[in-house]
């Protein structure tokens, strides 16, 4: 059972345009919600990350927002650029013992 | 300076072998994690010690052997490797008793079983 579900599984976008990144998860036991990103042949390196008591979040070009109701939460990445080519993952937390549960992974290619 | 470094990076080996990777974190944290990687990217936990005590332990099996001598330190022992085990294996760390919930990953171990 896939507890976080993301989507696309891949995206191409201009650069300059607005990447988006869309995540569904089902167990409300989650308390925290961040985005990696890694680069081929890198680790996973923290993006952002935002808890479920505020509904938006932003940090520089990106920004997750976050539906508590309806289970949701997704990545806008502004003014897409060549080098934000990567693969982004979502993650949703458990607090008993910092428990990460990855979505699937989503492959971004921004064109020049 | 690396703040979660994972050697070897490379790692090739024929099924029935018997491999350990080790790593090491800088940042002072109190838990360190084994993550899996397989081939379609997916990202699963195998793992996590807080201060040399195992917390997490997923249904891994009993091949994988984690092993932490200090809370800097955190190496993962595979015996008789098997051709499903082919993956990358990334090593994180965080610090739970100020309740941070960041987890910074190290780079990865590609471990490819002939």
């Known amino acids: 059972q896939q507890q976080v579900k993301q989507s696309p599984q891949s995206l191409i976008v201009q650069k300059g345009g607005i990447s988006i990144i869309n995540c569904a998860y089902e167990n409300t036991a989650f308390d925290y919600f961040p985005w990696y990103q890694q680069f081929p042949g890198k680790g996973p390196a923290l993006l952002i990350a935002i808890r479920p008591d505020v509904s938006e979040k932003k940090e520089g070009r990106f920004t997750i927002s976050f539906n508590k109701s309806a289970k949701q939460f997704s990545l806008h990445i502004m003014d897409s650029q060549p080098g934000d080519s990567a693969t982004y993952f979502c993650?949703?937390?458990?607090?008993?013992?910092?428990?990460?549960?990855f979505g699937g992974g989503t492959r971004v290619l921004v064109k020049p | 300076d690396t703040a979660v470094s994972q050697t070897p990076k490379y790692l090739v080996t024929q099924m029935g072998n018997d491999k350990s990777i080790k790593c090491e974190q800088n940042l002072g944290h109190d838990t360190m994690y084994w993550y899996k990687q397989d081939s379609k990217k997916f990202l699963k936990i195998m793992f996590s010690?807080?201060?040399?005590?195992?917390?997490i332990n997923e249904t891994v099996p009993n091949r994988f052997s984690p092993k932490s001598p200090d809370k800097a330190h955190l190496n993962l022992h595979i015996n008789s490797l098997e051709l499903g085990d082919s993956a990358v294996y990334f090593c994180?760390?965080?610090?739970?008793?100020?309740?941070?919930?960041?987890?910074?990953f190290g780079p990865g171990t590609r471990l490819t079983v002939t």
């Open positions: 994180a760390s965080s610090q739970e008793t100020s309740g941070r919930p960041e987890q910074y």
């Open positions: 993650a949703a937390r458990k607090a008993a013992g910092n428990k990460l549960t």
């Open positions: 010690y807080n201060n040399k005590e195992l917390i």
